[in-house]
DNA sequence: TTGTAAGCGTTATCAC
DNA sequence: GTGATAACGCTTACAA
């Protein structure tokens, strides 16, 4: 691999007049930037990242740091990530969390080893009430979940008036005895949570019943089967995400219920089975490669200038109203 | 953050005898190594990873090129590889190529760049011809795609066996108009065609129909459309990947066709959906998180011992048979 | 406008 | 067994 010091002397220069072209600095001649380029090119020359990582105690790479990368919104949200990265001359790490806590501390250090020049993070409720984004030496970005720190950058949804909007959705169609199922690690579910109960509230209808649980699809379809089992059935399930839709969907098959006449069903996140099932899946679909999109610009926006006030994102989910909650007749 | 001069100062050694410590190395006194952790344990002292690549030239990372971090394939492949990656101490880089060939190469400059310690690769069909793994100085592993070179590590599934099986299963349960449905980019894809023809050979049947095309649910769907409006219908579609199977679903449902009675549909890779509709889908499941970590574990041993001679580990797929296939009557 | 040289934090060679 | 020191490849203050 040729060094800066190949390049300076195939171009007749010092390494320093080298980085400084390569670095698009003004105080350089022409004709030095001309051959220097030429050199550049004649022995294929790309810097070496671990050296000016060295010296600039900051690397051009970027950390992503999510609960479960198998979780459909998580993936999209990766894949926006990723492409603004790259095209920004970064890299990412990825790296899943697993909604613990402990693993999450670990990939916070790791991404302190790795010098990175910031990250983009969806925190465990517990992480997220403890978090302190000013003890870390790089910018931090929230996606998806909330913070009560206020000074950090964070691209979220509108969460509780997304519940609400589903909620809401539900009752018009007729439902009543909705029970919900919350990912019990996120604060979005819990936002979200409070827009359901909100839309209880105006509508006067009492909450029916509950689950918190992990963000899983066989957690989601324990709760579910719990639910439809009981003597007290529900009308409609209202989930956070797609994982627990899944597994609430795999409840409702295996009781061989009709889906909306014996039980509707309502999330978020449009995931690729929602369409494929039938009738299609109601949800709150997320602007899942805008917000990956939004998370990474203002990151590096932020990484640029670090003295930058604090903004959050908040960006709108969208009501797709399908076969699956269709109106009690 | 403490360096390790600080941790020397503070054991009263040189710098020397830390790192000799830190590595595990026999020849220090034990006196100067309870010293030495007593140190780094009072400091908090984390080796700086950019000092580390630099210094040997190898870095603590590997890169995970996949065509698309979308796909449930890859998806499920990308957590097991992050898990052991991560439990061995390495960190990964994710890329997604979307089966272009130039940005495959510009990636693998960027491994380069990042003196990544190896790479877990799944090439397109045409870098896969002329790939020369030997001129890269880090070890790589293909995964889901060979490649003709035969002196690199592989872990692949017998994707012939795979496809004929799954071809057997078609027809034994009485279908003879098989329509293939097959990536154009992956050599996957051509396998599996091999083993659907080898079954329909063996088995008297002609070859029906079938289409190339790119691994997308957009793409499987058009495929699928213009295949089912022809004046001469299919009874089955054979798709090799899980999205190719979901646009052709949505192209059965458009055209409100009967999943079996009217076709059948049968594919590759156990994604979350294929069990949510009705009637289930029969496919070839992966061993996809064992994929990943085969991958892993033997890129790892790889890094240790580059002398190593290569071997590809075979996997065999596991045929699901559900509703989407059943028997004709 | 350009070059010299220090220094980022490690590891490993060499001398003791 | 241990320590001084060179080297990895780069950026940048300072000097010219």
Sequence with gaps: MASIKDVAYEAGVSTATVSRVLA???????????????????????????????????????????????????TAVSRAVEDVAHEAGYSVFLCNTDEDPAK??????????????????????????????????????LIDR???????????????????????????????????????????????????????????VPPFGETFTDARIEAGYE??????????????????????????????????????????????DDATWTTLVQPQITLIAQPTYEIGQSATELLIKRIEQPQRSARRVILSGKLLARGSTQKLV
């Excluded at 022995?43 to 000016?52: E, F």
């Excluded at 910031?118 to 931090?140: H, N, W």
């Excluded at 169609?173 to 979200?192: A, C, P, W």
């Design 223 to 268: 709760a579910v089967l719990t639910a439809l089992q009981s003597a007290d059935p529900p009308d409609a399930i209202f989930t956070t995400n797609s994982l627990l839709a899944a597994g609430a969907m795999r409840a409702i098959h295996e009781q061989s219920l009709k889906i909306p006449d014996d039980i509707a069903l309502a999330g978020f």
């Design 104 to 141: 999450e501390a670990m990939y916070l250090k790791l991404m302190i080893d790795q010098d990175v020049a910031g990250v983009i993070y969806s925190p465990t409720l517990q992480s997220a009430e403890k978090l302190d984004a000013t003890q870390f030496r790089f910018p931090i970005i």
């Design 146 to 204: 909330d913070a009560p720190q206020t000074d950090v950058d964070a691209v979220l949804l509108d969460n509780v008036a997304a519940g609400e909007q589903l909620a809401c959705h539900l009752l018009q169609n007729g439902y009543r005895r909705i029970f919900g199922l919350f990912g019990q690690e996120s604060g979005t579910g819990h936002k979200r949570r409070a827009g359901l109960l909100r839309a209880l509230h105006s509508a006067d």
């Design 24 to 74: 698009g600095k003004s105080n350089v001649s022409e004709k030095a930037r001309t051959r220097v380029f030429g050199a550049v090119d004649k022995l294929d020359y790309r810097p070496n990242r671990a050296a000016q990582t060295l010296r600039l105690q900051r690397s051009a790479t970027i950390g992503l740091l999510v609960s479960d990368i198998r979780n459909p919104f998580f």
